[in-house]
């Protein structure tokens, strides 16, 4: 069903209000940050949820590209001056590398070292434990149909909120 033929309906789906009550209780939980929050608590390291994010965000885009101050900032959200302090700090404790670009000489990149990536991994296995444990009475087949559903969910939702986004920076 589209969004037109959903606005269209007198009636509302329940199957989809329950969908948003379970969106809400999920962005209030990830606002609490729990998960980097019990990872912080075991590994400690003087680490901030701010350094998790940058070595995640280091993690997973610099496996299909060069990752700049700027790359930081514009997907943290943040004044390219923040982004590069927290580099700077996560560069002096030894999680991350400054680099030269391989495809511009004059452009300075960021890539984990070898114990950002031991840390990275270390709060992966984290996460597994903390979704392992949330998820511990459900039937393998549960989860793995869960998994397929909610990824398929995120693709669409990514969509159109990329569609909104370029659609709002042509009206402005």
């Known amino acids: 069903m589209t969004m037109e033929n959903a606005a269209n309906q007198n009636e509302r789906n329940p199957d989809i209000d329950r969908i948003g009550t379970a969106m809400a209780r999920m962005r209030l939980m990830i606002g609490r940050r729990y998960i980097g929050r019990v990872a912080i608590a075991r590994l400690g390291a003087g680490m901030e949820l701010s350094d998790l994010d940058v070595l995640s965000l280091v993690n997973r885009l610099g496996r299909d590209r060069e990752i700049t101050i700027g790359t ?24 991350l590398k400054r680099e030269v670009s391989q495809e511009d000489a004059r452009r300075t990149i960021v890539a984990l070292t ?9 709060v992966q296995d984290i996460k597994q434990d903390v979704l392992s444990t949330a998820l511990a009475d459900w039937p393998a087949e549960d989860i793995a149909e869960f998994a397929r559903l909610y990824n398929r969910f995120m693709l669409s939702m990514e969509q159109q909120a990329n569609a909104f986004e370029e659609e709002q920076s042509r009206s402005s």
């Open 72 to 95: 930081v900032a514009e997907n943290m959200r943040v004044d390219h001056s923040r982004a590069s302090r927290v580099v700077a700090d996560l560069v002096k404790r030894g999680m």
């Open 114 to 122: 070898a114990e950002g990536r031991s840390y990275v991994d270390r």
